[in-house]
């Protein structure tokens, strides 16, 4: 069975960091992919980053690039979100999910947890 477990959430101020864990299980890293998606009040499930098992490739969104750093460790089956420089806007809930291939959609990502809230006052 697979799953996925994010950690990590909390309220932060405007500047600051946090770092979201993706605790995975019931399937081969090495084949798929990790994405982190976010969904602010009232929006949509936005991709934001995503991570390749096979050979580490990544993808960020045009708006955290530069702030959000995606990485994995392999040993402890954690994908992790580092997020620096957090705004305001960055507040969301933030869901890891995964997949075969490396997407940027939501729907294309068959497997997700639960989330985890993210809270940025200004």
């Known amino acids: 069975e697979v799953q996925l477990v994010e950690s990590g959430g909390g309220l932060v101020q405007a500047g600051g960091s946090l770092r979201l864990s993706c605790l995975h299980s019931?399937?081969?890293?090495?084949?798929?992919?990790i994405g982190w998606f976010h969904r602010a009040p009232g929006k949509e499930r936005v991709g934001i980053s995503c991570i390749s098992g096979s050979d580490g490739s990544t993808w960020y969104e045009d708006s955290v690039k530069g702030r959000f750093t995606i990485s994995s460790d392999n040993t402890k089956n954690t994908v992790y979100l580092q997020m620096n420089n957090l705004k305001p806007e960055d507040t969301a809930v933030y869901f890891c999910?995964?997949?075969?291939?490396?997407?940027?959609?939501?729907?294309?990502?068959?497997?997700w947890g639960q989330g985890t809230q993210v809270t940025v006052s200004s």
């Open positions: 019931g399937f081969t890293f090495n084949d798929s992919a």
């Open positions: 999910a995964a997949d075969h291939e490396m997407a940027t959609i939501a729907h294309l990502y068959d497997y």
